[in-house]
């Protein structure tokens, strides 16, 4: 089974400096990983994914994500923190063996102090 | 690529109304559909998926009940709602390559 867990429902960071968001996951057999973002009063949109290969992975708006087999985490950074990154950030696992279903997180909100 | 539409975007209904929410997908063909709840402050809860035409999956057990008449079109329903039927309700498909979910701008449901 898959399970996700993401340290801290709400996360408060001055404009400029290094957003960090915990994520770490369960599960039985090799992951995709997902990281999510969404603005109030819309729909999730994808930041960035892991499948295979690089473990470091990129993604819009600077974001980047880190896959560590070793201690099953999937953190999400950001050098430098802008006004406009506050948001909820959904971090998501599915194992490549199943199509049907992606685990969410129970989310993160992201605030930035001018 | 896939574009996602639902309908309406915002509604207010009394309790004891019925519900109907349509999620119509463009650009791709025989998707994987979802419905997934957002109540307010919480995560996201995965209420019914599909895999084709007639074939709906049932994760929570509850007062509503999901239809796909057709291939590209997802509809979310209630004989009656109650108040904890209020919440964010989004549709999402599947994407192609990676397994990844693709969300559509969801309707805000607020039973009063």
């Known amino acids: 089974a898959q399970s996700v867990t993401q340290l801290g429902s709400h996360v408060s960071v001055s404009e400029g400096a290094l957003v960090l968001l915990r994520c770490n996951y369960s599960?039985?057999?090799?992951?995709?990983l997902f990281w999510y973002v969404q603005y109030p009063n819309q729909g999730l949109q994808l930041l960035l994914k892991?499948?295979?290969?690089?473990?470091l992975v990129k993604g819009i708006n600077g974001f980047e994500a880190e896959f560590k087999k070793s201690e099953t985490s999937f953190h999400l950074t950001k050098p430098s923190a802008h006004m406009s990154d506050a948001a909820e950030y959904f971090c998501?696992?599915?194992?490549?063996?199943?199509?049907?279903?992606?685990?969410f997180g129970s989310g993160t909100r992201l605030s930035i102090r001018p | 690529s896939q574009t996602i539409h639902q309908w309406p975007a915002t509604l207010v209904q009394p309790v004891g109304s019925p519900l109907s929410l349509e999620c119509t997908v463009e650009g791709t063909s025989n998707p994987n559909l979802y419905w997934y709840r957002q109540a307010a402050g919480r995560g996201l809860q995965l209420l019914f998926y599909s895999v084709g035409i007639g074939q709906i999956s049932s994760e929570v057990p509850q007062n509503l009940s999901a239809s796909r008449p057709q291939d590209r079109q997802f509809i979310l329903s209630s004989k009656k709602l109650l108040l904890s039927d209020s919440g964010f309700y989004l549709c999402a498909v599947l994407g192609t390559q990676s397994y990844e979910q693709y969300f559509g701008p969801g309707t805000r449901l607020t039973v009063t």
């Open positions: 892991y499948t295979t290969g690089a473990t």
């Open positions: 998501a696992v599915t194992p490549y063996s199943s199509a049907s279903k992606i685990i």
């Open positions: 599960s039985s057999v090799p992951p995709y």
